[in-house]
């Protein structure tokens, strides 16, 4: 299912801080959301950044578990 502003998915909770998933690694701060259903904010080429950290943190489609249906 294609990634889109406002959707919502589930990250997975088997990420490692430092290791790459796609572009970017997960990193200590994305960490609090391990596991946790978030809301997509801004889709990018190759990431994409969610609300709940304020577009803080550059997110990657292997980094989620299951998108979810609003």
Do not use: A, H
Request: hydrophobic residues 35%; proline residues 1%; contains cysteine.
């Amino acid at each position: 299912m294609k990634l889109k502003k406002g959707k919502r998915v589930r990250l997975r909770n088997d990420l490692i801080v430092g290791k790459y998933y796609g572009e970017y690694d997960w990193s200590d701060t994305m960490d609090d959301f391990s596991g946790k259903e978030v809301t997509i904010s801004t889709v990018l080429q190759d990431s994409f950044t969610i609300v709940e950290d304020l577009g803080f943190c550059n997110y990657t489609r292997e980094m989620v578990d299951k998108v979810l249906f609003p």
